[in-house]
């Protein structure tokens, strides 16, 4: 019986990796620009990390986390609180007032797998952390834009704000007076928290509790004074930057932690699961988990699975890795010195291959053409002799003599020269 990988957890292999590198590489210039340093964490925290900042009543705390129940640890659901502990652990406040921060990385939750979503999932998470100005929030989503823009996505971005500890409780009662006048009708899950987290009804995916809340209180009538001016700058600061957006007053973020400004990118091109980045601020989770008082932070996290589809799906063909040469050795003479070229042609930062099986040259011809090499140069016996082997362009068919006199370190950098100017 052949062993396969768990249900959810999905192997990313070597020809969907480009497009992974891409996202990664894309990220890290992008955030470079905007002062954003990275920071690498572990993916086993300590269960009550998770329990104190995503909330114990959330579906994630409830149902979705591995847990290792008699040591107390957790494989991490997301990567907001991981992050958060580490700038609270490693005194990240008193180095500079405004940090910001990603990290990259998988994330783990017990939950149906579907498209772009898996038990073992990858995210990319931004956050920035000691600023409290509006302009902080509609800098963050423009990079949210720009960079989804510079990998050519078409998405469009959502906001709302989900108001403070001041202005949510009397929302909050509304809601509930209106959601019971609908209980029997809400969904199982709805019911079960419409008592203990009534903002998760508003986001709920059934089309029966969707047409419910469609005139349900809106968070945004409920404002006090502060979150409302909040919320006007940071559409006056979107509009400065030309980041286009939508209001939706019924996007709530599933965590427990967030307030204020909320928003979301979305995708028509992938379902239901239209997200592929979401976030928002966080003003009072810091303290909350042990840190400075009063310490604000605002983030999000971008779904890797549903990028490389978006992706995928945007792009017309795949265009293949190309290696730059192949050498083609036939017998055991050829085998040794092609073997040394290689080497040096590698340490030059060219993309060399060999077969080693010293097959006939039909073969080896063949296995150059899945390398899709530019570049194919025989060497055998006859060509070690007489010190010149043969330079096929793979492209034109053209062949040339290539001179053997020199060590193999002067003809790789020969070879490197042919390369760069062909």
Avoid at 22 to 37: D, K, N, Y
Avoid at 152 to 165: M, W
Avoid at 235 to 262: A, I, K, P, S, W
């Amino acid at each position: 019986m052949k062993i396969k990988a768990i249900n959810g957890f999905k192997d990313i292999l070597p020809e969907e990796v480009a497009l992974w590198r891409q996202l990664e590489t894309t990220a890290r210039e992008i955030f470079r620009c905007f002062g954003v340093e990275e920071i690498r964490l572990p993916i086993l925290e300590k269960t009550e990390l998770f329990a104190r900042s995503i909330g114990g009543t959330t579906d994630i705390v409830e149902k979705e986390m591995y847990s290792f129940t008699d040591k107390g640890i957790t494989l991490r659901p997301e990567a907001t609180a991981s992050l958060l502990r580490a700038y609270i652990q490693h005194g990240f406040h008193v180095r500079q007032p405004v940090q910001r921060l990603f990290t990259i990385g998988p994330m783990f939750r017990h939950e149906r797998p579907q498209k772009g979503r898996q038990r073992q999932f990858h995210q990319i998470d931004i956050e920035i952390i000691g600023g409290e100005e509006p302009a902080i929030d509609a800098e963050l989503m423009a990079i949210g834009q720009l960079f989804l823009t510079r990998l050519n996505l078409e998405v469009s971005l959502e906001i709302n704000s989900l108001g403070c500890t001041r202005c949510r409780p009397g929302f909050r009662k509304s809601l509930i007076q209106y959601l019971n006048d609908y209980k029997e009708q809400l969904c199982d899950d709805c019911k079960r928290r419409l008592n203990s987290n009534p903002l998760r009804v508003l986001d709920c995916k059934s089309r029966t509790c969707k047409a419910l809340v469609q005139d349900a209180p809106s968070i945004l009538d409920s404002l006090c004074d502060d979150c409302d001016r909040h919320f006007s700058t940071v559409q006056e600061h979107l509009d400065n930057l030309g980041v286009v957006y939508t209001l939706n007053r019924f996007m709530v973020r599933g965590l427990d932690y967030y307030c204020r400004t909320t928003f979301e990118f979305l995708t028509s091109d992938l379902g239901a699961q239209a997200a592929v980045a979401a976030g928002g601020r966080y003003d009072g989770l810091i303290e909350q988990l042990g840190g400075p008082k009063n310490t604000p932070g605002i983030g999000f996290a971008m779904g890797m699975e549903r990028l490389t589809l978006l992706m995928e799906q945007q792009q017309k063909e795949t265009v293949p890795v190309r290696a730059n040469i192949f050498v083609a050795a036939l017998g055991e003479a050829a085998i040794k010195h092609g073997s040394s070229l290689i080497y040096q042609l590698r340490k030059l930062g060219l993309r060399a291959d060999i077969d080693y099986k010293d097959r006939s040259l039909k073969a080896q011809m063949k296995q150059a053409g899945r390398t899709n090499a530019r570049f194919t140069l025989i060497i055998g016996e006859q060509e070690l002799e007489q010190q010149k082997g043969i330079l096929r362009n793979m492209d034109t068919k053209e062949q040339t003599p290539f001179p053997l006199l020199e060590s193999t370190e002067h003809q790789a950098e020969q070879l490197r020269q042919l390369i760069r100017t062909s």
